[in-house]
C-alpha cells in the first residue's frame, strides 16, 4: 500500500516527467525490506534486474516453511543495487536500531525527498534548477565555476544557496518546492478500534478489536480507493504497482537474503 500514498504517486510522477533530469542515485532505509527496496522500483522499474551487493546479519531459514528465509529480513544489513542499463544506483539499508526513514531520489538535474516517515509519508520536496549565471567566464573559455582557496567557489553563478552553506547537495538547487498531503480525518481511535461488541438483531457479537500497529497506515485506504477505481475502469492490474513489480522485490529480497545468509554475520 506504500505506492498509494499521494506523496509517492507525486514524486513517481514528477519522476517520469523528468523534473530531476535523469535519475541516478535512490537512497532509502526501513527495517523491513518490502518497505525499503520499494523506492528503488518506484525509481528505476521492474523491467531490469539489478546487480546487487548486500551485507549484514546472516539470514537464518524458517523451520515452518521448509528453511525458505523470511522475506522481512534481518537488520541491520544493507544492499547497493546497480542497475548497469540505466546507469543508476540505488543504496539501500535495513537499520536495526533509530533511524532517518528518507527517502532520496537523486537525478541530474535535481533532486526529490520523500520525508519522514517515508514508509507513510505525508510530505515531499521537490529541488531543482540551478542559481541565475551572471559574469562572463564561460564566454571567455574559462569554467564556470572554480573553487578559489580563500573565497571557495566562484564564477558565473549568482551567490544563493552555494556560498551560503558550501554544500553541493542544497547549493545547486535553486528552486525548492514543498508539497503537504495530510492524513484522512478522523484519524482511526487508538490506531484501529477498540474491543467490543455489536447486536445484529439476533445475537450479540464480541470482538477483540484491532490496530494499525503504527502511525498513518492510511495507505490502506488509499489502496482500497484505488482498487475500486480500477473495478471501474474494467483494468485487471494496478498501475500504480504492477505484479511485474512486486515480483521484481521478491526477486531482489531472495538475492539479498542469500547473500547475507552466505557472508553475514
Given at each position: 500500500?506504500?505506492?498509494?500514498?499521494?506523496?509517492?504517486?507525486?514524486?513517481?510522477?514528477?519522476?517520469e516527467r523528468g523534473d530531476i533530469g535523469a535519475l541516478q542515485v535512490v537512497q532509502a532505509d526501513y527495517p523491513d525490506r518490502v518497505y525499503a527496496l520499494n523506492p528503488a522500483i518506484t525509481g528505476?522499474?521492474?523491467?531490469?534486474?539489478?546487480?546487487?551487493?548486500?551485507?549484514?546479519?546472516?539470514?537464518?531459514?524458517?523451520?515452518?516453511?521448509?528453511?525458505?528465509?523470511s522475506g522481512h529480513g534481518a537488520p541491520p544489513s544493507?544492499?547497493?543495487l546497480q542497475y548497469a542499463e540505466q546507469q543508476g544506483i540505488a543504496v539501500i539499508t535495513f537499520p536495526s536500531g533509530r533511524f532517518v526513514e528518507?527517502?532520496?531520489?537523486?537525478?541530474?538535474?535535481?533532486?526529490?525527498?520523500?520525508?519522514t516517515p517515508s514508509h507513510h509519508?505525508?510530505?515531499?520536496?521537490?529541488?531543482?534548477?540551478?542559481?541565475?549565471?551572471?559574469?562572463?567566464?564561460?564566454?571567455?573559455?574559462?569554467?564556470?565555476?572554480?573553487l578559489d582557496a580563500s573565497q571557495g567557489w566562484v564564477g558565473d553563478w549568482s551567490e544563493t544557496h552555494w556560498n551560503q552553506d558550501r554544500n553541493p547537495s542544497n547549493g545547486p538547487?535553486?528552486?525548492?518546492?514543498?508539497?503537504?498531503?495530510?492524513?484522512?480525518?478522523?484519524?482511526p481511535i487508538t490506531r484501529g478500534q477498540p474491543a467490543g461488541s455489536r447486536w445484529t438483531g439476533e445475537k450479540l457479537i464480541n470482538y477483540k478489536g484491532w490496530t494499525w500497529s503504527g502511525g498513518n497506515q492510511h495507505g490502506f485506504t488509499y489502496q482500497a480507493q484505488a482498487?475500486?477505481?480500477c473495478f471501474d475502469a474494467g483494468l485487471t492490474e494496478m498501475p500504480q504497482f504492477r505484479r511485474a513489480e512486486s515480483i521484481r522485490v521478491c526477486e531482489i529480497i531472495d538475492e539479498i537474503n542469500r547473500q547475507c545468509a552466505e557472508t553475514g554475520f
Open positions: 500500500w506504500l505506492r498509494f500514498f499521494p506523496a509517492v504517486e507525486h514524486a513517481r510522477a514528477a519522476i528505476f522499474g521492474a523491467d531490469e534486474m539489478p546487480i546487487i551487493a548486500a551485507t549484514g546479519r546472516k539470514m537464518r531459514g524458517q523451520p515452518y516453511a521448509n528453511d525458505v528465509f544493507a544492499a547497493i528518507e527517502t532520496q531520489y537523486v537525478g541530474t538535474k535535481g533532486r526529490i525527498t520523500i520525508e509519508p505525508t510530505a515531499l520536496t521537490i529541488r531543482t534548477g540551478r542559481p541565475p549565471r551572471r559574469g562572463t567566464r564561460k564566454d571567455d573559455g574559462q569554467p564556470i565555476m572554480e538547487f535553486n528552486q525548492v518546492e514543498r508539497f503537504e498531503y495530510p492524513i484522512p480525518t478522523p484519524a482498487v475500486h477505481r
